[in-house]
């Protein structure tokens, strides 16, 4: 039985590397929230403007007219913002077990496995910007809206652990819903644990850049992606702690326009900047440059 | 039939006993009621136990910090913004030990509750709670934390000032404070509002409190979309004291008397305090580094996954 587990586990890292090729083919959401568009032609799901999906690759996943930046999966993520071929995955190997035996969990966790070809809703490895090293992890909100669970909490803190033990800054781009509720009580706990893990990073006087995009709420608003030593976020993505639903059910008014997000955060001095994805890798890399000076 | 109906049913049985005034007849109910109590309380379904952490007559922090707290001084405000009322906090003597205490607090009554927002701390709540473990680890006081909220609020005010970073920044510093802390879940532990005074050396709950990752309607209406089944979720999720002991998330159950904490307060107070100072004694001989090492151990070991080496698999797999 373990062989069969073992044997799964590696046949599904063996197609994740021969589907990352062309792995931005399979669109999995159906929702309104900005997402990658399929096919040759698509239309933006914010203004409606149709234009060539290759245009789009090249224009970085932004709209061209109404600048609607789209959720991106954890490979173009880092296709965008690091040098070619500078990437280096770490942290493989790990499967998510089911703790509280939910109805329907593991067949979710295997279906969104062969969809994304990710074993995880977050990656991340050894890569360089611009010829600077640095540790760079992704969420990706394809996997399960990129919920934290053990497995998640774990491998985010096994990267800070991996910027820690090489000397490395830090640089996580974050996307998630939050905690993931199938796995109870341990998704809460992992929001201790990533936070200890920063705590030890930041007393070694290591950067660690968080790149909060659309949409990142939830526990993870509420642990590591709020710890940056420089907070980044995405024009118009949605970032809080409770979700906007939540808050009118709760305060029963309308939302003022605007609220939650990045615009609304940087004015009231919850971010430190909010950057086009154009201008982001410039943005990473000089933060970079500033802080390899004294030595880090 | 729940916990409530049952504790109905003996509250009609008590009153039928003060009307009495014949010996035997008392003797027979007073037995009577005793059985009862007793196997109202057998076989509790986690459902149960939610409506007991949350009965209007449970214990609040409060009540339990005029027990167990001598001299109680109670500090305000976080220097920043306000002080939040959801969140008492102060300095006193546990066993002629200075403390700093930090504690969730709710009413009793309705207005008691309105003044107290439910227990649903601000952001300045939690920077309030950082400021006086700040002041705690400066002084060499140990912390003591009774969890007991709903969750943290959710409001436009409270997502403004930044409700995600100050439960963060909470994390981020008691996961490395020199000074013991030890927690206890008094009745609700609901999601990063409870966790966020909740990064102890030692988590306790009493016996009938729950802690868990959202409230079971909160969780219902996101995984089934549907709020009323909140029983249902009671139960999957795993939230009483004995699932959490199992799963080694905390770290002892504190028993509660027959009928649940509200029926005999005193005998309450007595078990949460000889757990307390059993914990306390604990870390005495610590050094400082011992004591934020071992709670930062701790959590780092909490998860449920499995993995393995590539490495390992050369052999095995063509």
């Known amino acids: 039985m373990k062989r069969d587990v073992l044997e799964n586990a590696f046949n599904r890292q063996k197609a994740f590397k021969r589907k990352s090729t062309n792995y931005r083919k399979k669109p999995l959401s159906t929702e309104k929230v900005p997402d990658v568009p399929k096919g040759l032609y698509e239309k933006c799901n914010s203004c409606g403007e149709r234009f060539i999906a290759k245009d789009m690759i090249e224009n970085k996943f932004v709209c061209p007219s109404c600048d609607n930046h789209f959720r991106l999966r954890a490979i173009d993520r880092l296709n965008i913002t690091v040098d070619p071929h500078s990437f280096l995955e770490k942290g493989l190997g790990f499967i998510t077990l089911d703790p509280l035996f939910i109805d329907g969990y593991?067949?979710?966790i295997a279906q969104y496995k062969s969809q994304t070809s990710l074993d995880e809703a977050y990656i991340y490895g050894y890569a360089q910007i611009e010829g600077i090293p640095l540790v760079v992890g992704v969420m990706d909100s394809h996997f399960m809206m990129g919920s934290m669970g053990s497995v998640v909490g774990e491998k985010v803190t096994k990267s800070i652990e991996y910027a820690l033990v090489k000397r490395l800054p830090l640089v996580m781009f974050v996307a998630s819903g939050g905690a993931r509720m199938q796995e109870g009580i341990f998704s809460l706990m992992q929001?201790?644990?990533?936070?200890?893990?920063?705590k030890k990073l930041h007393d070694q006087g290591l950067l660690f850049v968080s790149v909060l995009t659309h949409p990142t709420t939830g526990g993870v608003t509420a642990s590591f992606a709020s710890l940056g030593d420089i907070v980044i976020a995405e024009p118009k993505a949605l970032i809080g702690f409770a979700g906007p639903r939540v808050i009118k059910q709760t305060i029963k008014q309308d939302l003022p326009e605007g609220f939650q997000r990045a615009e609304f955060l940087q004015e009231k001095g919850m971010v430190d900047k909010v950057v086009h994805r154009h201008k982001l890798k410039d943005t990473l890399h000089t933060i970079l440059q500033l802080h390899q000076d004294r030595g880090v | 039939?729940?916990?409530l109906k049952k504790e109905k049913k003996l509250l009609k049985l008590e009153e039928e006993l003060r009307e009495l005034d014949d010996d035997k007849k008392i003797e027979s109910i007073k037995s009577k009621i005793e059985d009862y109590k007793y196997g109202m309380m057998q076989d509790l379904s986690a459902w149960d136990r939610v409506l007991l952490a949350r009965h209007s007559k449970r214990p609040t922090s409060r009540d339990v910090i005029n027990a167990l707290i001598d001299d109680f001084i109670e500090l305000h405000g976080d220097r920043n913004f306000a002080d939040d009322k959801a969140i008492i906090g102060g300095i006193g003597k546990f066993r002629d030990r200075a403390v700093t205490v930090i504690a969730q607090q709710k009413g009793k009554t309705t207005?008691?509750?309105?003044?107290?927002?439910?227990?649903?701390?601000?952001?300045?709540?939690?920077?309030?709670?950082?400021?006086?473990?700040?002041?705690?680890?400066?002084?060499d006081r140990p912390i003591i934390t009774f969890i007991d909220t709903p969750g943290a609020f959710p409001g436009i005010g409270a997502e403004a000032r930044g409700q995600g970073e100050a439960i963060a920044r909470n994390l981020f510093e008691m996961s490395a404070l020199e000074v013991p802390i030890i927690s206890v879940v008094i009745g609700e532990g609901g999601s990063g509002g409870a966790l966020a005074i909740g990064v102890a050396n030692d988590v306790y709950m009493l016996e009938n409190s729950i802690y868990s990752i959202l409230s079971p309607e909160g969780y219902a209406s996101i995984l089934w979309k549907d709020a009323t089944k909140a029983k249902k979720a009671a139960e999957v999720m795993k939230l009483t004291s004995y699932d959490l002991e199992e799963f080694g998330v905390i770290d002892g159950i504190i028993k509660e008397p027959i009928g649940g904490a509200h029926h005999n307060p005193q005998k309450t107070y007595q078990a949460i305090e000889e757990s307390l100072q059993k914990a306390l004694e604990k870390y005495y001989n610590f050094s400082n580094y011992e004591i934020k090492t071992a709670r930062y151990t701790k959590f780092r070991k909490i998860g449920f996954f499995q993995r393995f080496n590539y490495d390992n698999l050369k052999g095995v797999v063509k």
């Open chain 1, 106 to 108: 593991e067949q979710k």
């Open chain 1, 191 to 198: 929001m201790a644990k990533t936070s200890g893990a920063l």
């Open chain 2, 111 to 139: 207005e008691e509750n309105i003044e107290h927002n439910f227990a649903m701390p601000h952001p300045e709540g939690y920077r309030k709670a950082l400021r006086l473990m700040k002041q705690a680890e400066k002084f």
């Open chain 2, 1 to 3: 039939m729940d916990i």
